[in-house]
């Protein structure tokens, strides 16, 4: 409201020069009806009216010229804050983002160390299995080995207690072998190497 009410106080530079066009023009008009010097008056008068319609013409082309450079500057600013703005905003972003991107490769190498740890560790178990497996296998043989000899001595001490013997002598009679030493030449040298 206080916009409106201003601008009716204050008359509009274009209604200005049309408000002198118009009772400059009709001023020469209405002279140009009377003797000789009235129409000279006239003549002065539309002059006058032709020039400072001009003149208030200027005025307004300059005023809006500044207004229109106004308005441009003010667009700048505008433009250049935005982009200062937008600038400021996207360095945030990039930032973040690098922040993010170093989190994730901290985080990748520790998965990698985490992995090589572990393959490590696969490595040295699957060398203790070959090594408990092929231990395994040694102490299978000293087993069929000493499973062979202990076959062995079963027979030959059958064949013992099959010779005659003055007395008496049962038939199938279950031998004692506690008493007996073993040896287990094969389990000896392997210990030793």
Known sequence: MAAIATSRKTPNPRSKTLTILCVGTVAA???????????????????????????????????MVAEHLAEVRALREQSRAAAAAHHTEMMK???????RQDAYRRE?????????????????????????QTRISALNKIVSDLEKELAAAADEAEQVMNLPRR????????????????????GKQRRRA
């Open 108 to 132: 990748i190498a520790g998965h990698k160390a985490e992995l090589e740890r572990l393959r490590s560790e696969v490595a040295a178990v699957s060398l203790d299995a070959e090594a408990k």
């Open 167 to 186: 007395g008496k002598a049962t038939r199938g009679a279950a031998i004692d072998l506690s008493g007996l030493p073993l040896v287990y030449p094969v």
């Open 29 to 63: 008009l209405a002279c140009s009806i009377g003797p000789v010097w009235l129409v000279r008056v006239g003549l002065v008068v539309a002059l006058l009216t032709a020039f400072a319609s001009v003149l208030l013409t200027w005025r307004q082309m300059d005023q």
């Open 93 to 99: 972003a990039i930032e973040r983002f690098s922040e």
